[in-house]
């Protein structure tokens, strides 16, 4: 019986010296640190679990470069640190780590990604934002994250439509777009909040005002060349002036509005002199209803012949394209009909 136990013993220590491997296995712990914010890098953290002769990390990143780094000997609980690109933006690493322990390698595979995140930035441009379709384009500073999008009542101030939306592997020089479902039907957007979320929980918030409301209206109708408003076109504006303060009176939650007067030309004429035609009249009528008693602030813009309503070619003589637009607005209004960049001029 003695004699068994000693050889059962004696082959289980053969064994054992026959598979040193399955020690080296398990010699060693890593720990990865893939999402840091900017100025820091992401790391592996190599731990020793029992005495290490060496380990070898070989890593192939997305854009072609190696990294290669050997760490010496390991006492058990020992730890070292390997570094990886800190460059703002995301990275994929894959390869190999190879312990090496009581002279045996043994190598595992690993495949990962990292996220350095920095200063979290978004540009919004208004003339991308589609509030009819649910959709705007946004140019966001990080590859990764999500974006927020809160849609708030014009009438009274209740959320209409609360959206998450998260992204990845984006292409920071390229428009992220993001689209929301469409608010309760007959409901107005008063504002647009944008909360814009890196990985690490860093965030920046934004607050746009889309909501307009156009006010139908009966043109002026002015003499050749004149920016002077007859007596005999009083009443379009009076009744105009009370279509104006019928809009505000139901929006008057809504802080900030002002009236825009944009004026239009058509296209006989060369378009300098059109521009400061248009500009002059606008200022008319926005003057008009500063005396009568509108007490917004009120600004004005000529377009002359720059967001025809109706095409045509140029000298071509159309009514239609004479005209102004009465647009109540909390910020700058975009006339999608036109490049033309408007510098709105503030009633004094």
Known sequence: MHDARARILALL??????????????AISVKMVTTVPAGQRPRLTITALEAVDKVEVLLNRDDGKMV??????????????????????????????????RGEPSASQVSFSTVVSGGVTAVIDKSKVDLGRGRMEILVSIPEG???????????????????QTFADHQTGLPLVVRWPSPPKDAEVGRLDVRVTDPMGAFRSYSLSPWSV????????????????????????????????DALAKHKEM???????????????????????????????ASWFRKNGLRIPIAFEGFGEQALRVATPDNTDEPRNRRAD????????VLRATDFRPVWKLLK
């Open 13 to 26: 220590a053969l064994l054992a010296a026959l598979l040193p491997a399955a020690a080296s296995a398990d």
């Open 68 to 101: 290669e780094e050997t760490v010496g000997a390991l006492a058990p609980g020992s730890s070292r640190d390997i570094l990886l690109d800190g460059t703002v933006g995301k990275r994929q690493y894959s390869g190999r780590i190879t312990a090496v322990a």
């Open 146 to 164: 999500k974006v927020e999008v809160n849609l708030v009542s014009a009438t009274d101030g209740a959320t209409l439509v609360e959206h998450e």
């Open 214 to 245: 156009y006010i139908p209206h009966e043109e002026v109708t002015f003499a050749t060349d004149s920016a002077a408003i007859a007596p005999t076109e009083a009443p379009k504006l009076q009744a105009s002036l009370a279509k104006i303060s």
């Open 255 to 285: 802080a900030g509005i002002k009236l825009y007067i944009a004026g239009h030309t058509d296209t006989v004429g060369k378009n300098k002199y059109n521009l400061s035609l248009s500009l002059r009249r606008a200022r008319s009528i």
């Open 326 to 333: 009465y647009i109540l607005a909390v910020e700058d209004p």
